[in-house]
Structure formats: structure tokens, C-alpha cells
């Protein structure tokens, strides 16, 4: 069974590579006409960790949805590893290819870690019961969580639940990983340690990760590439090269590539944070 490890994860571990090409969404717009994104582009290699920060409101989660194929766009295109993905007249639906991990636990309850990490395979229809647990077992192994497959989650702590979602996700061999604020309501002690187990889990896949935050400290910590976007409508205001050495640890934090990073990041998104505090925006996505 280790070998079908190998095989379904590890041997065939990759990311997409994604075109977003003056993307626009537009809600109600036959009515109260509210721009969410205006001519957004931007090109994510494949394997790229990319970070998404920008004002509430400034249409993050829009992009994040509509990539994850739980939203339509209203102009532009987007492509996936060259092709067509999405556009106008092309609605991209939701995949295994693209996983998604939300701010808010999604585990079902009346399911052990175990049951939970294999649903997706056994789902599929592509595993037998004992061959999804097997595998699921191997990889809580891998990640040194073996210790808590019988375990419920709401004997878990918050961030030992957001640990199983994303093993969760990972079990399915996506190319992408959506992760939508999966740390915005852990504690600073918990927020580092998931910093830690997920640079460890895209260090070993390289997946394509899709990462939206409004901790400027953890995009520049976690990414390969900080994207700012500008208050609604919300367009690419800047990208920022995170030019520092993986594998990473909290020492990265004191290298002044970094605190370059963090003065140019935290200047950027305050200009637009001041514009929408300014007009009186309220949280859309």
C-alpha cells in the first residue's frame, strides 16, 4: 500500500499552472451593479505558492470562487495548463484537480480523522473502503498523525483540525490548493505551527497553492509571489517576489529580505485599505 502512496501522491505530485486574463466580475448587473473585480490578471506557474492580500472587500474570495468553480465570471478568461478553463460563455465547475480549504472547519463531525481523510477516495468510487483507509492511514503516518485517527474533531484542537482538512484535500491528488484564510481565527502559538506543517506539505507536493490572507506576515513567510490587490473593484495593484530561500523556518523572518518584503507589502495595502475606509466599503468577498 505504500507503494500506491507513491504512486497517487508522491510519484505524481504536481501543480497547475494558471492564467487569470483581465478577469471581471460584476454582481447584479441589471440592478445594483457591484464591481467585485475589474480586468484582474495574473499568471501563477505551475507549482507556485502564490499569497492574495488586499482590503476586505477587494474581491479575493470572488477570485478564489470563481477558480474553484463555485462562481461565474463576468469578462475576461481563465486557462489551466493551457486551456480554456473559464470565460464569458464557459463556466469552470468544481473539480478534484482544485481543492478547496476554508477559514471555517469543514470536517464532518460524526466521522473519525481517519474516515474523514479517506471519504474523498472512497467517494470516488476508485478505492475499496479498506484500500482509502489504508492509504489515509499512511499519509496521517507521513505527517506524524497517526496518533489521532480515531479520533473525533471536536476532540481536536482548531489547529489540529486544520492539519486533517488540508491532509484531506492533499489525499485527492489535486494540482491546486485553494486555501481561503485557513489560520485567520487560530492563536499566534497555533497560526506558527500550521505555518510549519504547511510549508512542510508544499515543500515535499509542490502543488499550486492559491493562498488568500490579510496577514501580511504570514504571505511573505508562506509564498513564493505576495499579490496586492486594490480596494473594490478590485484589479492587481502589485506583486512582490518573495526572494527567499526555501526550505523555511522562523530564522527567515530576521533576513532583511523579508523586512524589505514586509515595509513594502504593509505600505501597499494601506493605501487601499485608507481608500475603502474612506469611501465607507463594507465586506462583500
Known amino acids: 500500500m505504500e507503494q500506491l ?70 469578462n475576461g478568461e481563465v486557462y489551466i495548463d493551457g486551456k480554456l478553463a473559464a470565460s464569458q460563455d464557459k463556466a469552470l465547475k468544481p473539480g478534484s484537480d482544485r481543492v478547496v480549504v476554508f477559514q471555517n472547519g469543514s470536517l464532518f463531525p460524526w466521522m473519525t480523522v481517519l474516515e474523514n481523510v479517506s ?6 468510487g476508485k478505492y475499496s473502503k479498506d484500500e482509502a483507509n489504508n492509504v489515509a492511514t499512511s499519509l496521517l503516518s507521513s505527517s506524524n498523525l497517526n496518533d489521532i485517527a480515531l479520533s473525533y474533531p471536536s ?22 490548493l485553494l486555501l481561503d484564510e485557513p489560520f485567520r481565527a487560530m492563536d499566534t502559538v497555533s497560526k506558527s505551527l500550521m505555518h510549519q506543517h504547511l510549508l512542510d506539505i ?11 490572507t490579510h496577514d501580511l506576515e504570514e ?9 496586492v490587490m486594490t480596494t473594490r473593484p478590485g484589479t492587481l495593484k502589485v506583486t512582490l517576489d518573495v526572494n527567499i530561500a526555501r526550505p523555511r523556518n522562523k530564522k527567515s523572518l530576521l533576513t532583511e529580505n523579508y523586512k524589505n518584503l514586509k515595509r513594502q507589502a504593509i505600505a501597499s495595502v494601506h493605501e487601499e485599505a485608507k481608500k475603502a475606509f474612506e469611501r465607507g466599503e463594507r465586506e462583500l468577498a
Open 5 to 74: 502512496i507513491n504512486k497517487k501522491i508522491i510519484d505524481q505530485a504536481h501543480g497547475s499552472s494558471i492564467v487569470i486574463n483581465n478577469v471581471s466580475k460584476i454582481y447584479d448587473p441589471n440592478g445594483a451593479r457591484v464591481v467585485a473585480l475589474d480586468g484582474f490578471s495574473l499568471n501563477i506557474k505551475e507549482g507556485e505558492f502564490v499569497a492574495i492580500v488586499g482590503p476586505s472587500g477587494c474581491g479575493k474570495s470572488t477570485l478564489l470562487n470563481i477558480l474553484a468553480g463555485f462562481d461565474t465570471l463576468t
Open 119 to 124: 471519504y474523498g477516495l472512497i467517494k470516488s
Open 155 to 176: 476532540q481536536l484542537s482548531s489547529g489540529m483540525q486544520r492539519r486533517v482538512e488540508i491532509l484531506r484535500a492533499l489525499i485527492n491528488n489535486p494540482s491546486v
Open 202 to 212: 508544499y515543500d515535499k507536493y509542490k502543488k499550486t497553492i492559491f493562498f488568500i
Open 219 to 227: 504571505a511573505i513567510y508562506l509564498a513564493d509571489t505576495v499579490v
